[in-house]
């Protein structure tokens, strides 16, 4: 049983998968206190940021500067719920208006705007997490790729959007919570989000919808679609001379980005109980390409390994190097991409896999046969030759697929 499970894994490239869901599932809960666990949970939300970028930048060529709009606004749709169910007139009863949130009140409101009332009611909170930041993406990425605006000047458009919604959250205080954002959240549904064992029940729905996108973001990448975000990326006017419609597959691959994000920034604010919008503006935009750059634009599980790199580095620099973090912070990330430009899937590839096959091999067949390692690049493969043998024996790479770190360049 074990056997034919493993050659499944292996047949579908999910080596990796299996190895970063058992370190999250398995040996961080175990080796973790709640508090740092909690870290963790935080980190893995900004990973689904950066699984969208692999599927947007890394296979459609897509870069975006602005992942934090959309982070920022399935934070706020889930947030706004959890606000509203806290503000009950019992709770806020010392209010000039009871039964609205505590900022509204502080900004002389006198009822519940109309638009934050759909929120009263949790299905239509999570719908909004989904619906809200893809229909915005799609509505930036139609109007800009149907007239082939591309590259750069995207990259500009949404740092530009991203800018934008920063200003209006902030200036419009009285109905967004302005710099503050939205604080004091403490219930879902009755469920107090506070408490030990509600973080540990919320650190495992975000380990499950994490490899959940991981596993449909490689299904996508296996099929025809992903095949055409690839060709589409590197020869874009043959794609186009093909009869395909460019730019609907460009807008796929950045809506498809906008969602994961949504739900990144939903269950960010369920962890951490608030959201503001310094989680929205260019800076964190940047970090989260910095996140999916850091572990491999081309590999899915390269992206959740460095989002949880530069995350770690970031606390244990704040925490021991209180006067020097940022200037750390920096040198990490030069560090990195100088050193490794293809991310932490380019080590992988280009040293752990080997090194790892090699082993393999020589566990393989007792006796001390020599082997000679061959890797396939193009058909991603290894093919171990025995010399004494007669047959090639194949064996799939931990890589293959998204398995383990992928190291493509772009």
């Known amino acids: ?232 990326r590197d020869k874009e ?6 009869g395909y419609d460019v730019a609907m597959f460009k807008v796929f691959a950045f809506c498809l980005a906008a969602l994961l994000a949504g739900i990144g920034g939903a269950m960010f604010t369920l962890q951490v109980g608030f959201m503001s919008a310094s989680f929205v503006g260019i800076v964190p935009s940047i970090e989260m390409v910095i996140f999916a750059a850091v572990g491999g634009r081309m590999s899915l599980v390269g992206a959740v390994y460095g989002t949880l790199l530069v995350n770690f580095g970031k606390t244990y620099f704040s925490e021991s190097f209180p006067d020097l973090w940022l200037f750390l912070m920096a040198a990490l990330f030069i560090g990195v991409v100088m050193a490794f430009p293809n991310g932490l899937a380019g080590v992988y590839t280009s040293h752990v896999r080997p090194w790892v096959i090699k082993r393999w091999a020589a566990r393989g067949k007792p006796g001390g046969t020599a082997k000679a390692v061959v890797t396939n690049e193009a058909a991603p493969e290894v093919t171990v030759m025995e010399t004494p043998a007669t047959t090639p024996r194949t064996v799939a790479p931990m890589n293959a697929g998204m398995g383990g770190i992928q190291g493509q360049s772009a």
């Open 1 to 232: 049983m074990l056997s034919k499970l493993k050659t499944w894994i292996d047949q579908r490239g999910l080596n990796g998968f299996v190895i970063l869901a058992i370190l999250l599932v398995v040996i961080f809960p175990l080796a973790m206190d709640i508090f740092r666990l909690n870290l963790v949970g935080k980190y893995l939300t900004y990973g689904f940021v950066a699984i969208g970028l692999v599927m947007a930048w890394g296979y459609g060529g897509v870069l975006s500067l602005g992942q934090g709009v959309f982070f920022g606004l399935g934070g706020y749709a889930m947030a706004m719920f959890l606000k509203l169910e806290a503000s009950d007139p019992i709770s806020t009863k010392i209010q000039s208006t009871p039964g609205i949130p505590d900022f509204m009140d502080w900004n002389q409101l006198t009822a519940l705007p109309m638009f934050w009332k759909p929120f009263q009611h949790l299905p239509l909170a999570m719908l909004a997490v989904i619906v809200v930041p893809t229909l915005l993406a799609f509505i930036i990425s139609f109007a800009m790729f149907k007239r082939r605006v591309g590259g750069v000047y995207f990259a500009i458009i949404t740092q530009a959007v991203a800018l934008i919604l920063t200003v209006l959250i902030i200036g419009q205080q009285g109905y967004t919570g302005g710099v503050n954002g939205i604080t004091d959240l403490k219930t879902m549904l009755g469920w107090d989000i506070r408490t030990n064992s509600a973080k540990y029940i919320l650190y495992f729905v975000t380990v499950a919808l994490l490899l959940g996108s991981i596993y449909l973001c490689h299904w996508v990448q296996k099929s025809k679609l992903g095949t055409l975000l690839l060709a589409m």
């Open 237 to 242: 006017d043959r794609v186009r001379f093909s």
